[in-house]
DNA sequence: ACGGACCTGTGAAACATTTCACAAGGGCGA
DNA sequence: TCGCCCTTGTGAAATGTTTCACAGGTCCGT
């Protein structure tokens, strides 16, 4: 991937393009300031599991995800590892250390086979300080993270294992919806183990409970949430109400 | 404290901005932006328990503590809550909701009595809007924020009881530090428990364990840590490593 | 078309944490 | 200064979750 990568930029421009101004946070940018970040962008393809950045890097680029999916992890000496998150295609990542120049705070890999745009720090950083709106922009993304992480705290803390997991499926769910438009979400019973912090074990007989009365459907590398209803109940009802 | 808003803010200015001028994230900013953003503060006075604002209020102003601490909580509908930050002298808090105009996702209580600046989103959100520099000012913000948020996940995913209690001594000494210069932390065993979303009784019986090898100090509604080193040893070594 | 890696499924025993039910002490306001 | 409320302290039983040790399925790359 190192040749040509203006011109693979351009000439895919139109198609690839489309996927970021649907769905990501720049989607309202004025058209040029748009075109013009744009034009700062490098194409690249990535095989699952190849990994993006960890942490403790310095920061180089910001990233955009156009297909697959991206993942957001820690892991902790003893192997235990924790997803923070997972990015899909329209989405950016890499967006925190990049704006405040520290280094890496989590390892990114490619959970899926990845197309990803990417712009180098040395250009992006001046054109945010020249475009307010960007600035503004970038303010209203960071606010969005941070309502989703404080989110995902209160969960932890609060919710025993069917809450926690009720709600990672409803939030995956409702991403998931907006840029696919179905419930089918590709993930594994291990990933979301590893995003709500309790052993596949425990999800996979809790989802298996769920299955039983028909609320989730099970299949290959896929959970399908058939009744999103009394799953949110469930959340809403705090530990322990009828699992 | 409806009467004389002004007069306060500007008869207190020199003493009272000084606590923001050293802490604060707007430290730096130059000396007329800083000047300008204060003379729209108005000055309060609040007594302990004193509700600021509630998880759903429309976000009607932006906050910076003088004195006292500010308690960022939200509680489940089971009466269990958690304690996502305690806002202390120079910080600010409030800023998200300020920021993106969306409601308040948590609930802000004055934990002691306190003395803040509170200012209007009338006048702050223009403001932002017309100063590049205040608007990097708050990326930075918000970038810190979320970095210590994902930190919480992270530590509330991976580690056990001891090694999240450790994570929030720690990081409550080292905040308190940078203020106030001591180690010993006014903060009851309640509260560190809502903090790391374990009960108070076990909360106890692991800092009294603490205690007894001489690692922290336990006083009335306040604790010491002794020797920071082997707790944040225990932290890196991941779930039971010798308690 | 095959092999191996990854994913699902499951039960019993081990473990960490919560729950409950107390007792006693300190501090603050009336 | 008296009370009362909040805070600390503690033990045993109950509970939720993990750990461990498997077996079978399915998918992917060669």
Not at 58 to 69: D, E, K, M, Q, Y
Not at 107 to 136: G, K
Not at 207 to 220: F, T
Request: net charge neutral; with cysteine.
């Amino acid at each position: 991937m190192p040749q040509d990568n203006n011109r693979e930029a351009r000439g895919f421009s139109s198609s690839k393009l489309s996927v970021l101004r649907k769905h990501s946070y720049f989607a309202d940018l004025e058209s040029d300031a748009f075109e013009q970040l744009c034009r700062y962008a490098k194409h690249s393809t990535l095989k699952r599991g190849t990994p993006i950045f960890a942490k403790g890097d310095p920061p180089t680029s910001l990233f955009a995800v156009i297909t697959g999916t991206v993942k957001i992890s820690i892991s902790s000496p003893d192997g235990r590892n924790a997803i923070l998150n997972l990015i899909g295609p329209g989405e950016i990542f890499g967006e925190i250390a990049l704006l405040d120049g520290q280094e890496r705070s989590a390892d990114a890999t490619a959970n899926t086979n990845c197309e990803l745009f990417t712009i180098d720090r040395r250009e992006f950083v001046p054109f945010v300080r020249s475009q307010p709106t960007l600035a503004m922009k970038f303010i209203e993304l960071l606010c969005t993270r941070l309502r989703q992480t404080s989110d995902q705290v209160e969960q932890v803390i609060l919710q025993d294992l069917p809450g926690r997991l009720a709600s990672a499926l409803l939030r995956l769910t409702e991403r998931h919806k907006r840029t696919e438009g179905e419930r089918r979400l590709a993930i594994t019973q291990q990933e979301i183990s590893e995003m709500v912090g309790m052993t596949r074990e425990s999800i996979n007989k809790q989802l298996r409970a769920w299955a039983s009365r028909g609320l989730v459907r099970l299949e290959h590398g896929a959970i399908v949430v058939l009744k999103p209803e009394p799953l949110q109940a469930l959340i809403e009802a705090g530990p322990d109400d009828g699992v």
